[in-house]
């Protein structure tokens, strides 16, 4: 009689099982449905199962504005029955502040933001809520939490964020976040450098930052301010603040050229070299023999086509004359125009103040040099290693440059070859020419990547006229 006894409750059990299971099933269908925005589906979901806590939830939400009261408690029946969700607590919150019981709203509030302390939902409902109640500064908290649970939230949150930093009234509340920066902070203030329409935002920002003592300026942080000034032309405020991040090694190598002897990784920062990106051309310090320190520029094209400006320096010069000098070696260098260095006016206005020998060909080491002169009303100044030729076929590259000791220097005034060029420069400048390379104050030539090599017709085509350099007339 056992036997049949337990073989009864056994087929009890498993049909008690198997009924709840199709409940769960049938109302996590339809739920999941409701999730997804299918909120004519709520009743059946209830149906399904009166006591599910996410659709008694939905429907509380739905209720707010017409029937509070029943609102509330749909949103207490779910907190009964899920005690350890969230969400019910969430609604309650904002149900209790809009009725005026703040210190209750408060306290709910916070025992949602215990529950579940990273859940980036969760946590941009507490902002709302804080947002709601006119606490910016616990909004700004519960956002940072979000935004680094969830960095996808940044589109959504980074904009609000810059709104708040652009107002005066209102950007002090990201100092408490600026002592000791989240994860998310380098990418936000990238994203102000770059969108802020007032550079004294950024400028507050940055400022900010530098009165931590825990955690110092990152390299990141101060090369996208750098960035920004350069942009907006407060050029000395921009070098002053490169300067001020170079350590004790980086400041050896400073001059009117920084590090033009190569003895230091090229970094695409700031006053530094900059390289751009490009399939058919690479530029890196090197060691190799006859350099006069442990390594000199090394510049490769392979079947490089189209016009080139890859290699530049930004430079802070004071109104007046200089001679810019350096030691080239041409490793076959095929091309019908070769490169050069150009020396380039970026502000107020942009264009050529002074210009090289061109080099193509093959040659051993030697020494070169020219003069120019840099106006008055000449504020921001670009040096950048451009092709020498104007016409298609003279602007392709094929072979091995070096460059050591690039100095610049002033001189008392030019001589009359260099006025000489420099009148036919601003001659030609009036006329209508191919233009150069049209290198931004911000960085090097990004050009887009080439399509393949030159013919073999092409690769052996070298100026035998020219094996080295050519100098200025």
């Excluded at 840099?374 to 104007?390: E, N």
Aim: with cysteine; aromatic share 10%; hydrophobic share 40%.
């Amino acid at each position: 009689m056992w036997t049949y006894a337990w073989r009864g409750f056994l087929i009890i059990g498993a049909s008690v099982l198997a009924w709840t299971s199709l409940v769960q099933g049938v109302s996590g269908y339809y739920a999941n449905r409701v999730i997804a925005g299918d909120e004519s589906l709520i009743e059946t979901v209830l149906t399904w199962n009166p006591a599910h806590s996410g659709t008694l939830v939905t429907k509380a939400y739905r209720l707010l504005a017409t029937d509070p009261d029943q609102a509330v408690e749909l949103l207490e029946h779910a907190h009964r029955v899920s005690p350890m969700s969230p969400f019910p607590l969430i609604g309650l919150a904002a149900q209790a502040a809009a009725a005026g019981e703040d210190e209750r709203g408060d306290a709910l509030i916070g025992l949602a933001s215990r529950i579940a302390p990273v859940d980036p939902r969760v946590q941009q409902a507490v902002a709302n809520y804080w947002a709601d109640r006119g606490r910016y500064d616990l909004m700004l908290a519960h956002w940072s939490t979000a935004l680094e649970a969830d960095a996808s939230r940044r589109e959504q949150l980074f904009p609000q964020m810059l709104a708040i930093a652009e107002n005066p009234d209102a950007r002090a509340l990201f100092d408490p976040l600026l002592a000791s920066p989240p994860s998310w902070w380098n990418d936000y203030f990238r994203y102000v450098t770059r969108t802020a329409r007032d550079l004294d935002t950024v400028r507050y920002l940055y400022a900010s930052r530098r009165q931590s003592v825990r955690v110092p300026v990152t390299p990141e942080e101060r090369e996208d301010f750098v960035l920004r000034l350069q942009r907006d032309g407060a050029v000395s405020e921009a070098y002053v603040t490169w300067l001020s991040g170079l350590d004790v090694n980086e400041r050896r190598h400073l001059g009117l050229i920084y590090d033009g002897g190569f003895e230091l990784p090229i970094e695409n920062r700031s006053f530094g070299w900059r390289v751009g990106r490009h399939n058919h051309f690479s530029a890196e310090p090197a060691p190799t023999l006859g350099a006069s320190g442990r390594a000199a520029l090394r510049v490769r094209f392979r079947g490089f086509e189209g016009r080139f400006g890859h290699v530049s320096q930004a430079l802070l010069l004071d109104a007046g004359t200089y001679r810019f000098s350096g030691r080239v070696r041409v490793d076959s260098l095929v091309s019908q125009g070769g490169v050069r260095w150009s020396l380039r006016c970026l502000l107020p206005q942009s264009g050529v103040i002074g210009e090289g020998p061109r080099f193509l060909g093959s040659a051993d080491w030697s020494e070169f040099d020219f003069r120019f002169e840099v106006p008055p009303d000449c504020i921001y100044q670009q040096l950048v290693l451009v092709t020498a030729g104007t016409r298609d076929f003279e602007r392709r590259l094929n072979g091995t440059i070096w460059f050591d000791d690039l100095r610049i220097s002033r001189v008392a005034d030019l001589d009359a070859t260099a006025r000489a060029e420099a009148l036919l420069r601003e001659r030609s400048a009036s006329e209508p020419t191919d233009p150069e390379v049209d290198v931004g104050p911000d960085s090097a030539v990004e050009a887009e990547e080439g399509s393949g090599a030159p013919d073999d017709a092409e690769q052996g085509e070298a100026s035998e006229a020219d094996p080295g350099t050519e100098p200025t007339p």
